[in-house]
């Protein structure tokens, strides 16, 4: 199994850019989970989609982020504009949710700075 | 979901066995434990989880009290490919939410 892609792994941009960041999620998981992490607080769960709808995007900073999931196969997280505190790791993970067992696989990451 | 409460750091010599104590006092019945870890810079990892019995996989053990107030991950043989964060997280199977703490750093020290 390749895991969890995501790309890019790192992004630099400048404030007031439309960044985009991009999930494949592992074949037969029926959750996507987008998580960002930074130092100050630690890792934060932004959107939780199910069966590719979203469920839960409480956590999701403001409406300069937006996440999509249009097949079971791919998903984005968009930023738009950009600012600098947008600066963290993103995280996709996945997961087969089964009764008992809800493990989450997670991709690598994309480390954006936002300058 | 409970809340977790880990050591921030600890430390463990190569060979040796790691014993990553966590408490998790206001776990309900149908919690799950789970255990998590970071190495720099990777995403965190799945390394094991468990009700109320003891379980084992080939990375690690996880002995959970009786009362399930607090539980301890194993790692039998520490190497140096170990040190990481260790993140213990309490969620139910009916759930997907995950609260993760600051976790515990093990460095394990040749």
């Known amino acids: 199994d390749a895991g969890v892609i995501q790309s890019p792994r790192h992004e630099v941009t400048e404030m007031g850019q439309e960044v985009t960041l991009r999930c494949k999620p592992i074949?037969?998981?029926?959750?996507l989970f987008w998580y960002r992490q930074t130092m100050m607080r630690g890792l934060e769960l932004l959107i939780y989609f199910n069966n590719n709808v979203p469920i839960d995007d409480s956590g999701m900073p403001e409406d300069r982020f937006s996440a999509k999931m249009p097949n079971a196969s791919f998903s984005t997280l968009k930023i738009q504009p950009s600012e600098p505190r947008d600066s963290a790791v993103y995280f996709c993970a996945s997961s087969l949710a089964a009764s008992g067992r809800n493990e989450q696989f997670f991709g690598p990451g994309t480390r954006l700075t936002v300058l | 979901d409970a809340k977790t409460t880990q050591p921030p750091s600890m430390d463990c010599a190569e060979g040796r066995a790691a014993n990553l104590p966590c408490n998790h006092s206001t776990i309900s019945g149908n919690e799950y434990v789970y255990w998590y870890r970071q190495i720099h810079s990777q995403g965190p990892q799945y390394i094991i989880h468990?009700?109320?019995n003891n379980e084992t996989n080939e990375m690690a053990s996880l002995i959970i009290t009786e009362d399930r107030k607090s539980s301890t991950l194993i790692l039998p043989h520490a190497t140096l490919r170990d040190t990481a964060v260790y993140y213990c997280i309490v969620s139910s199977s009916g759930t997907y939410k995950y609260i993760f703490g600051t976790g515990t750093r093990l460095k394990v020290l040749a």
């Open positions: 468990g009700l109320k």
């Open positions: 074949s037969g998981h029926n959750s």
